[in-house]
């Protein structure tokens, strides 16, 4: 069964950076979209990023683009958002999502999340 474990949050202050990784198993990790999502306490879920199954086309939400990238290995069936310039109101639970914007798989196959919390 599908398998994301997500890792790489903490806490660190405006304007840091900090790279999210997600280990990916159960399906052929190469052949999927793959997204980053993430969650703030009391909202709900909101796309932050996808990657084309080659990694060669990405995209971002307005409120990520140009301070984060998405980059995956398919030879280790990895996925990675690598997070600049971080802002509060980027504090969120992150996941990993097999998918595509506005096709992405149910959230119960999301895995567990990594927090990230930017705070002063």
């Known amino acids: 069964q599908v398998q994301l474990v997500e890792s790489g949050g903490g806490l660190v202050q405006p304007g840091g950076s900090l790279r999210l990784s997600c280990a990916a198993s159960?399906?052929?990790?190469?052949?999927?979209?793959m997204s980053w999502v993430r969650q703030a306490p009391g909202k709900g879920p909101e796309w932050v990023s996808a990657?084309?199954?080659?990694?060669?086309?990405?995209r971002y939400a307005d409120s990520v683009k140009g301070r984060f990238t998405i980059s995956r290995d398919n030879a280790k069936n990895m996925l990675y958002l690598q997070m600049n310039s971080l802002k509060p109101e980027d504090t969120a639970l992150y996941y990993c999502?097999?998918?595509?914007?506005?096709?992405?798989?149910?959230?119960?196959?999301w895995g567990q999340g990594t927090q990230v919390t930017v705070s002063s």
């Open positions: 990657i084309n199954p080659g990694g060669d086309r990405t």
């Open positions: 999502a097999r998918g595509a914007p506005g096709r992405l798989d149910p959230a119960a196959s």
């Open positions: 159960g399906f052929t990790f190469r052949s999927y979209t």
